[in-house]
């Protein structure tokens, strides 16, 4: 007898015995034909726990990846959204920076040749949001400006000891040191504590950076300015950078040392300088500068400490009884400048050199601060403005 099992369209299965002509004898119940219970094939439980733990692995795998792919998403739109933040500042900035500009164009047309305090180019800006700006434009477009937050100054950069003055060039092709502004700059570092000799260093560091400079002959356009007159300094070759050349400012053979340093473009270059230290650095960076050419200083806008530097005879305390009168009324020609300095203790023997001081500036610094919601962009321009026609122009731009 042989036994087959089949579906009889119910939910219980059925067994059928079968005769050896295959008709179907008798139909029994299902469980009766089935092996005894001992011969029964069974699942361990181990088995089961492994296949619970695979089911877990694969789904915690893949929501590690799942999870993975949205985080990497999240993070690229955020740095889309960030960029997009930063140029949206930048752009804001560039505006700020057009329109000090032209305020210092319009002053400049309202009170030529006189650069004071008292302008409207020295009142800063506080903190202010973008939209009180754009509310003389219309309701609509002064709310695209209420995350944005606007702030900033203008310097005048002439008012600070201009290290390029260490160095000048009063015969073509020819670098010299000044010995009469390299004094200056050793009584403003004696001033706040730091070794005077530490000026010469400075004075031939920036002779040396010149040497490898195309713009090393650059004069500044001055209305009225004389030629200068200059010291050579001991120990020093004055007569840097005179050979002639078809490469200017690459094959100039006229160099004090092998490797030239880097042009000088802040004060911060100074650490560059064997002697000088970060801590003398940050008590200079008030009253020092490096501009592109030489230039006189503004004594309408000088602070005492750099004015008893650079004008000998003169102390501190003199000094400061010079500002403190300069507070009352600006000065218009360098004549009005020589009468407050007599008054304020300096000996009448002693004139004020017309290449040295002056009462108008050429260069300002403009610092610039725009928060844009998450952006900030913090900024220092460097500004040049010609004293005849009284445009601008940007000659660097540092970031902070």
Not at 33 to 59: E, K, M, N
Not at 356 to 372: A, C, E, G, M, P
Request: with cysteine.
């Amino acid at each position: 007898m042989r036994m087959r099992f089949s579906a009889d369209g119910s939910t219980r299965a059925r067994c059928r015995l079968l005769a050896p002509g295959g008709f179907p004898r008798a139909i029994a119940p299902a469980d009766a034909c089935l092996p005894p219970h001992g011969d029964r094939p069974r699942r361990r439980p181990s088995q089961r726990g492994a296949a619970i733990i695979s089911a877990l692995l694969v789904v915690a795998l893949s929501a590690i990846l799942v999870s993975g792919m949205l985080w990497r998403q999240q993070v690229q739109l955020r740095r889309i959204e960030n960029q997009r933040l930063i140029a949206q500042a930048q752009w804001v900035e560039r505006g700020t920076l057009d329109w000090t500009r032209l305020v210092l164009r319009s002053e400049a047309d309202t009170s030529a040749g006189v650069t004071y305090l008292g302008g409207v180019w020295a009142m800063p800006v506080a903190k202010t949001r973008l939209s009180d700006f754009l509310g003389q434009i219309g309701e609509a477009r002064a709310d695209q400006g209420a995350a944005t937050w606007l702030s900033g100054s203008i310097e005048d950069a002439q008012s600070r000891f201009n290290l390029r003055n260490l160095v000048t060039n009063a015969a073509p092709g020819a670098l010299q040191l000044d010995l009469t502004q390299i004094q200056a700059f050793a009584r403003l570092l004696q001033m706040f504590g730091i070794d005077g000799q530490l000026a010469k260093n400075a004075a031939v560091s920036i002779r040396s950076s010149l040497s490898y400079s195309a713009t090393r002959f650059q004069t500044p356009n001055l209305p009225g300015a004389a030629a200068t007159t200059d010291q050579a300094l001991p120990g020093g070759n004055v007569t840097g950078g005179a050979a002639f050349t078809d490469k200017p400012g690459i094959a100039d053979g006229g160099t004090d040392t092998a490797g030239a340093p880097l042009l000088m473009t802040g004060v911060d270059s100074l650490l560059d300088v064997p002697g000088f230290t970060a801590d003398a650095v940050a008590r200079l960076r008030p009253f020092v500068t490096v501009l592109p050419t030489v230039t006189p200083i503004n004594m309408n806008t000088a602070s005492a400490e750099v004015i008893a530097a650079t004008v000998a005879g003169m102390n501190l305390s003199s000094a400061q009884a010079f500002v403190a009168r300069r507070q009352t009324v600006f000065f218009r020609n360098l004549g009005d400048v020589q009468l407050a300095l007599h008054g304020a203790g300096l000996p009448q023997q002693v004139t004020v050199d017309s290449t040295q001081f002056d009462v108008n500036t050429s260069y300002f610094l403009i610092h610039s601060r725009v928060q844009h919601e998450r952006a900030e962009v913090d900024r220092t321009t460097l500004v040049w403005r010609d004293p005849l026609t009284h445009t601008t122009r940007i000659v660097r731009v540092n970031d902070q």
